[in-house]
């Protein structure tokens, strides 16, 4: 068929009088052909997207009937040289969606610290060099590539312990309510388990140890003013990615202690010993390498769980707690001291709780992040903080008991080198006197 189909394509040609009519010809058989090619292409898309929707819809219904996944298929294109591991681009692979055990459902507040301590995703390091920002305790890790980030290495054959390179060599940098997270690669494989160890220790006395690794974890956690410790374990084989990133994060209030792999809630413990610093470390097995990246510890974080507080407002808590309350809700135009009109929801609260309040005075601060000179910020911020005692004033506030104050960027509690960083610094802080 395809000879003759040539055939008449060449009488075809020599029919023609004349080179136009013959080129002209031509191109519309190129046309057609293009045309058909691309229907092809197009129609065998179609067929794959099809497909891939037809799986996904079998693996909803099989995960709303209790059963397991099928695997996943490797995505990864180019192995790792190490473990026989796939990269990825480039570009960051995000941490897929959240998953829950078997019979349970998803309990997560996890609620990350505003205030950043030490954080490091890697971005800048020499691959093969020992990570900048981190302090060796044992052994060694190295700066690598892993599914598409940027990650820290744990040195293969040996057990290997890491912790923040922090200024001055501080070993007591927890303050009493922060957040920890960070991404842990989780290896899949049925002969090796991945082996991660955090510990949370004290300047003096016995640390605290949590243990994960691709199907389970297990935690001593030392309790507070007693040398008695609490301790756990929990299967996690259903919420684990294998071979795949995770997230682990981990608040502490006061007391509370509680942790989170891929958003979902393991640990719980309503009184732990308060810590001073920690460390990262490993367990090796043959034939595998452990990996993190994106670290980051932060003050603040989940409100602290007191029965008795429970009725309290926001405000009314951290004035109580502290003295003073401190707001990133009230929010003015760009470079004016002209609120904006979602702000009086928060100036409302506040309102409310200086009228139940009519003895208490306050010094109402403002503060502005660095863009700008302090020519020009320091009397914004003085501005805006008497529009704020203006608008208190508005809702039945005694002005008597406000004085305005304008701090400009000279009292930032974050890094302005970053947006979120100058998005924490623009603020408003309530303080009692």
């Known amino acids: 068929m395809k000879k003759l189909s040539i055939i008449a394509v060449l009488i075809a040609l020599f029919a023609f009088p004349a080179n136009v009519d013959a080129q002209s010809f031509l191109k519309k058989l190129a046309d057609r052909a293009t045309d058909r090619a691309k229907y092809k ?5 179609e067929d794959a997207v099809d497909g891939a929707v037809d799986d996904a819809e079998d693996a909803a219904v099989d995960a709303a009937k209790g059963k397991k996944g099928k695997d996943k298929k490797a995505k990864n294109e180019e192995a790792d040289e190490d473990e026989g591991y796939t990269q990825e681009s ?11 055990a078997k019979g349970e459902e998803l309990k997560s507040d996890f609620v990350p610290g505003t205030v950043v301590i030490f954080e490091d995703n890697l971005q800048g390091e020499q691959m093969g060099e020992f990570p900048s920002k981190w302090d060796l305790i044992e052994n060694n890790a190295e700066v690598a590539r892993m599914n598409g980030k940027m990650a820290i290495k744990f040195e293969h054959g040996s057990n290997t312990s890491i ?6 060599g501080n070993k007591k940098y927890l ?23 955090l510990y949370l220790i004290p300047t003096d006395g016995d640390r605290s140890r949590i243990w994960f690794g691709q199907d389970r974890m297990a935690w001593t956690i030392k309790k507070p003013n007693s040398d008695d410790q609490i301790e756990g374990n929990k ?15 981990l608040s502490f209030n006061k007391r509370a202690l509680k942790v ?10 309503p009184n732990a010993q308060a810590m ?54 009230i929010l003015f135009e760009t470079g004016k001291a002209t609120l904006k009109a979602e702000s009086m929801e928060e100036i409302q609260k ?13 010094e109402v601060q403002g503060h502005t992040d660095n863009q700008g000179s302090d020519k020009i910020n320091d009397p914004l911020s003085q501005q805006r903080a008497e529009a704020v005692v203006k608008a208190l004033e508005g809702l039945g506030v005694d002005g008597i008991n406000l004085k305005a104050v304008g701090k400009g960027s000279h009292e930032p509690v974050a890094d302005n080198s970053t947006e979120a960083g100058r998005a924490q610094n623009r603020r408003v802080v309530f303080i009692k006197r």
């Open 260 to 269: 989170y792999v891929n958003n979902v809630r393991i640990i719980n413990i």
């Open 163 to 168: 912790t923040p390179l922090i200024k001055d």
């Open 175 to 197: 303050p009493e309510v922060y957040t920890l997270e960070f991404d842990f690669f989780a290896t899949g494989k049925e002969d090796a388990n991945s082996a991660y160890n």
């Open 41 to 45: 292409v197009e129609r065998k898309v």
């Open 90 to 100: 480039m570009d960051e692979v995000p941490v897929k969606k959240q998953k829950v």
């Open 235 to 249: 299967d996690i084989d259903d919420i684990i990615e294998k071979n795949d990133w995770n997230h682990f994060a």
């Open 276 to 329: 001073d610093w920690f460390t990262i470390d490993t367990e090796f097995w043959e034939d595998h390498i452990d990996y993190i990246t994106n670290i980051r510890l932060a003050k603040g974080g989940v409100e602290l769980y007191d029965r008795n507080a429970q009725s309290m407002t926001p405000i009314e808590k951290a004035i109580a707690e502290t003295g003073k309350f401190v707001t990133n809700n």
């Open 350 to 362: 506040v309102a409310d709780y200086m009228k139940k309040n009519p003895s208490a005075r306050f």
